[in-house]
């Protein structure tokens, strides 16, 4: 059973805080939730600090230092539920693309004093190093989502989040599909909803900001996309933004670079 007023903890790793400050912006919603929780510790709100166990902790960012192991397992035993928001925090984020290149050498490029620099070689999600109840993705997250998660955890239920592709929003919303319209590249058919397939409505593609959908046929879309004229250096690029260490997003990304018929048809 939950405390009489659960603790509520929000933690950052390599992010650029968009995710928490999703939170803050739920603005009226989240007095309401202020009401029923104690918000214990949340450094982007307030200094004051309470002391754990937590009944709920959300995780935004990706592990990149040394130190964010250690501390990544602490909050973990502290923690009764962990949820990661974001898609640092569950793909590695847009820092992520840092593992098909040569950090080091990066490292020694931009810094005056590199050996002052302590990071890790890759940046990779929460739930490579520690178990992770609940991932709620997008760049940022949707706040309607995260007021569902927050609800469902702290209610004793299971989250309500929808799963289906964003091109499922885009026939709610009447929205023309902007691949067979216009023939523009779009990862709507890969891509998790959430957003409100806010690109497409504008007549854009959509660039998996929520990472993939659960079962995404990306080699289809590709097949696709290289048909309107994209080629393969363009379309792994495509896939390497904000998610691109999702599995699916990153086999569709090698696929590109690597498979000869995706050569053949550039």
Same mark, same amino acid.
């Given at each position: ?34 009401? %029923? ?55 590695? &984020?847009?820092? &992520? ?84 319209? %216009? ?19 504008? %007549?854009? &593609? ?22 309107? &004229? ?37």
């Amino acid at each position: 059973m939950l405390a009489a007023r659960p603790k509520l903890a929000v933690y950052k790793f390599a992010s650029c805080d968009g995710c928490q400050l999703t939170l803050l912006d739920c603005e009226d919603e989240l007095l309401a939730i202020a009401d %029923h929780i104690e918000i214990a510790d949340f450094r982007e709100a307030s200094s004051r600090v309470v002391d754990g166990p937590f009944d709920l902790t959300l995780v935004e960012g990706s592990v990149t230092t040394p130190e964010d192991v250690p501390r990544l397992h602490e909050i973990r035993a502290n923690s009764r539920v962990l949820v990661t928001i974001g898609a640092c925090a569950t793909a590695g &984020g847009i820092q &992520g693309l840092r593992n098909f290149a040569d950090a080091e050498e990066y490292r020694r490029v931009v810094y005056a004093r590199p050996e002052y620099i302590r990071s890790l070689a890759t940046s990779t999600p929460i739930q490579d190093h520690v178990s992770v109840d609940f991932e709620l993705r997008g760049c940022p997250i949707s706040r309607a989502q995260l007021l569902e998660v927050i609800s469902a955890y702290l209610g004793g239920r299971a989250p309500n989040v929808p799963r289906e592709s964003v091109c499922v929003e885009c026939k709610r919303r009447g929205t023309v599909c902007v691949v067979v319209a %216009h023939g523009t590249p779009c990862l709507g058919p890969v891509t998790q909803t959430g957003c409100g397939a806010v690109c497409p409505s504008y %007549h854009r &593609g959509c660039y998996g900001c929520f990472g993939p959908q659960d079962t995404p046929n990306a080699p289809a879309l590709s097949a696709k996309l290289l048909q309107l &004229g994209m080629d393969p250096p363009s379309l792994a690029r495509i896939y390497r933004t904000f998610n691109a260490n999702a599995p699916a997003f990153e086999a569709a990304a090698n696929a590109a670079r690597t498979d000869p018929a995706h050569s053949e048809r550039s």
